[in-house]
């Protein structure tokens, strides 16, 4: 069976909140699909579609990076599709 994965990192819930308070208040709801705060994520790599096999063998690559925590500071929020909202 095929999964749609990516690779990606945790909102802090504090954040995620405060996003989730100012698009329902700002975006347009017709335009926007907005999802529960609590999946509110940073995606780094989308993979689409992948059997079982390559999704055991991405999952086994991402348990075997090293992961760091990096800074990052936003000025420009800009809506990408239907559900995502991009920070440059």
């Not at 609590?38 to 992961?67: M, P, S």
Request: net charge negative; glycine share 6%.
């Amino acid at each position: 069976m095929e999964a749609r994965l990516f690779s990606g990192c945790p909102v802090p819930r504090s954040v995620a909140r405060g996003l989730h308070e100012w698009a329902a208040v700002t975006l347009d709801a017709d335009r926007v699909r907005l999802v529960p705060p609590e999946n509110y994520h940073v995606t780094l790599v989308f993979y689409g579609q992948v059997d079982a096999e390559r999704q055991a063998e991405l999952e086994d690559l991402t348990h075997r990076v090293e992961w760091e925590p990096v800074d990052v500071a936003s000025e420009k929020v800009q809506l990408y599709g239907r559900s995502a909202i991009g920070m440059s």
